[in-house]
Nanobody, 124 residues
Framework: QVQLLESGGGLVQAGGSLRLSCAASGRTSIRNAMGWFRQAPGKEREFVSS????????TYGDSVKGRFTISRDNAKNTVYLQMNSLKPEDTAVYYCAVAWGSSSYQDPRLYEFWGQGTQVTVSS
């Protein structure tokens, strides 16, 4: 089993920045891809970004390209999401997940473990 703990969410004004962190525990090393998804009230879960185990491959959803950056520190079993130029439409609960495999995936069905989520609210 893997436990994921997200942190870094909060309230920010439009145009501001936040950095989310997701620390994985329960295994000595996470040799899997990791990703971020988000879900706004009344909407389906949306892919945000993913990163391969090596960190060499990253993928972004169209709505966040050029504004968000995903990274990971395998020594700390932690993945990060740097969010810049935030918009009110970025408001959502952000979830971290660990994939079944090592590549970068957009499909949430390819993720095995999920965190509880952290709220991000962007005011206009």
């Amino acid at each position: 089993q893997v436990q994921l703990l997200e942190s870094g969410g909060g309230l920010v004004q439009a145009g501001g920045s936040l950095r989310l962190s997701c620390a994985a525990s329960g295994r000595t090393s996470i040799r899997n891809a990791m990703g971020w998804f988000r879900q706004a009230p009344g909407k389906e879960r949306e892919f945000v970004s993913s990163i391969s185990w090596s960190g060499g491959s990253t993928t972004y959803g169209d709505s966040v390209k050029g504004r968000f950056t995903i990274s990971r520190d395998n020594a700390k079993n932690t993945v990060y999401l740097q969010m810049n130029s935030l918009k009110p439409e970025d408001t959502a609960v952000y979830y971290c997940a660990v994939a079944w495999g090592s590549s970068s995936y957009q499909d949430p069905r390819l993720y095995e473990f999920w965190g509880q989520g952290t709220q991000v609210t962007v005011s206009s």
